[in-house]
């Protein structure tokens, strides 16, 4: 019989409502009478026979309200670069031609890709190589081009918010300023976002370089003005004038961050030099990717899979299922991956950070 | 001294959210060194001396996580149209004359009003009358016109989704039908999004009158697919074909809807004797619009208080606040007003719950 | 072979943590090598054969934060009255033989019975038939003596203290009466407990009837020292004085509630007609049943799992675990269904709550 | 006039539930006509005139579900050892003198302290100085001796599971080891009872000094049964077998604690060289104290705040109000901090967590 069959992978870091996209494919597949494949570890398990397997309406049942994904997903396993353990070296290597031959075995006609740039890239090489794929953004940080927001960042927002509700009553009890080191090394969305709903009095992004005196001489005013403490947000990236920026290396796409410190401890450092108050530092880390996706997540990733679905159907290869205002539509993947999308800094958003009364470094 | 002195109130019901308007307005307007005026239970309040106050920056610090409104809101209190108690009656009496006379006096020279459908058209008829004002939307509903959305809705949506997550523990550990009865008398965007977010089977909005036999046989039939539960979200203007729907009358902007019973109660006994399986009903009510802003709500009402300064600044007067896509902007209050903004029956929301695999009703 | 095999079913309405003592039950049997028999839907389940089967670690897993009950539950089936359809009618049916010789079949050696009141009594006849059981207390309404807490009160108790804060928000706003009616037909535990967290300025409980008139009163002095909104809480079997109490009947433990109108709108009925301010109403209802465990709950279900197996290795039938203070212990299942635990009117936390200055009724 | 005066102040780290005592404080003396004194930032307050104001039912509404405290603390400002600035350096002098004749001048008859182990020998030491004191027990860690818990603990462990719950979903995705680090220096309770609650697989304390590669065995095994991830939680004083234990110090009541990687980045940095999976920590520090009480929290401090007033007026001076099983009662304060409250290697916690199938480090 000719039945369709289409495969589904999510890649690189894993993000609140990768399981509503998985649950939204397989749904409206189902409905169109399709075989859905899902693949383990992103494009890993395409060299792993038991990594895929056929996922019923069962498979997805109760999933929309977890975090994480079923597939499992990595940051390795870039199929045109493939580490490869040999003779007791990892060695990188091009298995792309076992990924293609792999696809066609399996029968599967058309490709879901979840992911984010890394990802997203991988996938329109693979493309080139004659895989029908469509695409469906993922990042935390809200950094990809062609769509509003994507599914993981509403929610990572509110646990970033959440944090900054709790470290306000130790701040305000203890006469202090906190930090928060929050997710962001090259865009700062969540930092200023989040800075905005938590109350934030400085916010730290990557897109404007932070001048420590300034910092500390806003927090010494607030303090005249009767303000005891002071809550700061600090993207990850955010990095002083005159410092480097963290950039994304042409090679792997990796990032070149120094851990040793962190921005948080680096702030309070400087900052603990100057002012007279105690300064506290907490890194929210791990906690952001986790949790269950909120109510506007779980649609938008129910509806991003469903609409990948019918992008398939379609045709339309090549695009990414993306939200511009509150229509779901699509983009080439193309324009998506050009390059990250920051932070205006002489943007509305900033601008009106800036009129609450918030300090952004500078 | 010739210190600029702008107004702000609440009208309608209240709404999370409301405090980060107010404490938009009156940082954006400090730091213009501008008077702020908060007139307390919306329109009423110009009617009495000692509900009109300063706002200071102290008033508004840590307003921003509670639900609520500071200022006080009430349903009641058209200036056209106000209830007075004359020998032992109330009276409807047109008191638009001392309401502007007292803008004149307070030396308010524009007016912020936040509200929904009925406050906005209030505000339109001031403007008539001479007092500038700009409008910031609110509804819980998120029927209002030129707007993307407005504050309040995704609390809300998070209220519904949360229950439907809770009963889902019951629908499944007890075999049973479970109605939530959400908000939504005219639009059911409410039950639409947090149904599908909280992976309702059948969610009924006014927009689509439901057929009760087609309804029970969806569950009858997922019940044949192994599912021993259905949970069911219904929009409380939902209503049956051949039913008559809830609208709007001319007069006052009041709605016709008979409380006898209310949608959830009517559904569960409609199904109740047809199904062969127990059906619960919870009203959820009041819940949705209490509680803590969440953070889209928060950002987004912060950022709605600062344009409404920045409108004010610019003289754009008979201009309402607005979210279209990521940037905040303006619209006319009239075009906001003209209807409701329905769901449409055919758009891409609906079909993409039904390619979820969830029953509309029809 | 020789292998221990032990059941487990749950009975009763449904309980954050019941998945906890299953769990907790699963894990510590299969240490010590045991089988686990799981009994779907109450003593119901050993009457189909399809609902009794084996519960590996992997059954188990992930399901410590679910709300509700993996084997289901239900609030029929009493085997000593089981309701049967005969000849279109349904008449009582003792099948105590049918599920004793079942028991036996399935080569049960102990039987882990999870449940209220009602359920341990079913399970002290089957003893007396000779069934060896251990009893896990469960009552969300917390009335069960011979243990401080059973878990799903504390759950229950977030709920309602959830929905205070919420609906503080809109008391407050519109200057309102708020009525929140919440679980406990007999005792007023969730009603008490919750309304002191929730800062709730009424608290009518079954245990101390009420004086409409005073609960007025208090309202009314309330405003007048600024107070211009109130909060209620209300349990669903609170009574004004003179009325008549729900009570158990003698068969078959089933009480007597009149549901038409609920103490909800009876209180606000009454309310309305006395004071010159809005009164609203909320059922929380099934909500307080719902959503995930919390950490109390989870950590003491999966203790009473652990200690249940405990009891059976030495061989403590006829014992229900329990917690007293901070240690889990054992107390004889006929002392824990004597009768009711309900709050003391002349004790420390009706004292407690008076000095708080909460009105409770009288 | 004769007007009873109390003073209450809040020492040691912050904690929810503070605002709830100083509520509950404030609400029983005034229903007695009794005035209380606020004494900001512990007894450092007594030393600063503008320090000390007179609370009103209007200063504690609203704060019951708020974190921290209204009154300020610090975790300096013994009386007995007060560092002061002297020539450039700090010095620590006796100022008990000048408090102790503070009390008198401010007409206080009774002082309600509430702290931890380190406030409360304070409190004793003010004691034998004439000063009639009542405490109420304050330890985020549940490491106070005399009562069951006390406040903030509950609300800890919430917040620490909660994030246990979001690294799960990372875990499992990602097939990594997630280490979280929560508070407790010497006692285990959060790692312990939230490491059940969260379902961890490792669970290390300082009360069982832990051996690695038992721990990373423990994972291998897991990994042989199909658990590709594990959850570890480790309390801040675990430390390794033949490892030094934190311990407090004689002078000063401080620990010593170094904080060169804290015991999260040990333990993460020890098994990622013996394992062949990612390993990543998060510390969780400060947000452990933050955040509105949960119920539990909001209940016991309310009452915690009625009893003080009441041990007041019995004159039962030297005790502090505490908790046992349901019951809130008195123990003297001296035997509540003779030595802190430890986990008991060999107790029933312990065993039900190893039960449970929790590697326990040994």
Redesign the interface.
């Known amino acids: 019989m000719n039945k369709k069959r289409i495969g589904i992978l999510t890649g690189g870091?894993?993000c609140?409502g990768?399981n509503g996209v998985i649950?939204?494919v397989v749904?409206?597949a189902?409905?169109r009478d399709w075989d859905v494949v899902g693949i383990e570890?992103g494009f890993d398990g395409f060299l792993h026979q038991e990594k895929c397997r056929l996922l019923s309406?069962?498979d997805v049942r109760?999933i929309?309200?977890?975090?994480?994904?079923i597939l499992?997903?990595?940051?390795r396993g870039n199929p045109f670069s493939f580490p490869i353990m040999r003779e007791g070296k990892i060695e990188l290597v091009d298995v792309s031609d076992e990924v293609v031959s792999r696809i066609e075995l399996l029968g599967i006609s058309a490709l879901v890709v979840v992911g984010g740039d890394g990802t997203l890239k991988i996938a329109l090489e693979l493309m080139k190589r004659g895989v029908p794929i469509v695409g469906v953004p993922k990042t935390i940080d809200n950094d990809l081009l062609e769509t509003?927001?994507t599914f993981g960042f509403?929610t990572a927002?509110?646990?970033?918010?959440?944090?900054l509700?709790?470290?306000?009553?130790?701040a305000?009890?203890?006469?202090r300023v906190?930090v928060l080191e929050v997710m962001g090394r090259y865009a700062g969305w969540i930092a200023l976002?989040?800075g905005?709903?938590?109350?934030a009095d400085v916010i730290l992004i990557p897109e404007i370089p932070y001048d420590i005196e300034r910092v500390a001489q806003a927090i010494v005013e607030r303090g005249r003005?009767?303000g005891r403490f002071s809550v700061i947000v600090a993207a990850e990236g955010a990095y002083p004038k005159g410092g480097s920026r963290v950039v994304k290396e042409a090679a792997g796409g990796k990032s070149v961050v120094e851990r040793l410190g962190g921005v948080g401890e680096k702030i309070s450092h400087e900052l603990g030099g100057v002012l007279e108050m105690d300064v506290?530092?907490?890194?929210l880390?791990?906690?952001q990717?986790?949790?269950s996706p909120?109510?506007?997540d779980?649609?938008l990733s129910?509806?991003f899979g469903?609409?990948a679905?019918?992008l398939i159907e379609a045709g339309s290869f090549g695009q990414m299922v993306c939200l511009?205002?509150?229509?779901?539509g699509a983009a080439p993947i193309e324009d998506a991956v050009r390059h990250l999308k920051l932070i205006d800094p002489d943007g509305?958003?900033v601008r009106?950070a800036e009129?609450?009364?918030i300090m952004l470094g500078r």
């Open positions: 870091g894993d609140p990768l649950r939204g749904r409206a189902v409905r570890d309406l069962e109760g929309l309200p977890r975090g994480g994904t499992g997903t990595t940051n509003d927001v509403n927002l509110e646990t970033a918010t959440d944090a509700d709790k470290l306000h009553s130790t305000e009890s203890h006469h906190m976002e989040a905005i709903a938590g109350g003005r009767g506290r530092v907490t890194v880390g791990h906690l990717r986790g949790g909120s109510t506007f779980r649609c129910s509806r469903v609409q679905v019918e511009k205002g509150r229509q779901i509305a958003l009106h009129e609450l009364g």
